[in-house]
């Protein structure tokens, strides 16, 4: 039984099926993942993370919340970034290290360690794409503090968390705060003009932001 509450379970499961990892260090991650029950990103969302990257090719991705690696060694599959990535967690710092090493992608992938409310201050320039899937409760801090460039991406995960930020019906009790900044957090990048915004029933929930506007040399 699939407890998502976002789509139909047989959707979820067909979706899970067609997208299983290719690559075998991926699919080596995502096992480690549900036996050590680290929170990686959906398969389903995994595959349009990837697909983004390969159409997008961004130059910089920022990353809040590498766990052990797994989004950010398959989005530097598809395109040449060099991506910065955020973690608190030591012990998942470490394994990440690991296996973006046998990947072969430490040149490419900076981990910056500590809170990553404290971290982004050290985060300078612009990104093209921006992936948020850390502390839910801190989106709208890490908003406030990303740049993103003009035609740049942002893409944040489990925004319907559950499906409890569309209906109070699931909300229980200790998630009530997490779940207000949530809503809190989505009206304001909706209303955001600098933003073209869309939010796709994808994995726990996403919403795909585009940054309007062109650089002045364009
Ligand atoms: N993006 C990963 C999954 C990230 S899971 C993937 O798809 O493979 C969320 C991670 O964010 C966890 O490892 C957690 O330790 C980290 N995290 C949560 N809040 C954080 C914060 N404030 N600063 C830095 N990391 C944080
Ligand atoms: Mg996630």
Do not use: W
């Not at 047989?10 to 991926?26: G, P, S």
């Amino acid at each position: 039984m699939i407890e998502d509450n976002i789509n139909y379970e047989y959707i979820i499961r067909y979706l899970r099926e067609m997208t299983d990892d290719k690559d075998a260090l991926l699919r080596e991650m995502r096992t480690y993942a549900e036996a050590n029950e680290v929170p990686v990103s959906q398969r389903e969302t995994s595959a349009f993370l990837q697909f983004l990257c390969a159409v997008k090719q961004p130059k910089r991705i920022l990353e809040i919340g590498t766990a052990i690696g797994y989004s950010a060694i398959a989005m530097a599959k598809n395109c040449q970034a060099e991506i910065v990535t955020l973690e608190r967690d030591e012990a998942m710092i470490t394994t990440a290290k690991d296996y973006i090493c046998r990947a072969g992608l430490e040149n490419r992938i900076t981990i910056i360690e500590g809170d990553a409310t404290k971290t982004l201050s050290r985060v300078s320039g612009e990104f093209d794409l921006v992936f948020i899937d850390a502390a839910k409760g801190q989106y709208e801090t890490f908003l406030n503090q990303i740049t993103v460039s003009h035609g740049g991406i942002l893409v944040c995960d489990n925004v319907l968390y559950k499906g409890m930020t569309a209906t109070d019906e699931l909300v229980v009790r200790r998630k009530i705060t997490i779940v207000k900044r949530l809503r809190e957090f989505l009206k304001e990048l909706m209303n955001d003009e600098n933003y073209v915004t869309s939010l796709l029933p994808l994995g726990d929930g996403v919403a795909l932001a585009c940054k309007k506007g062109c650089d002045k040399n364009e």
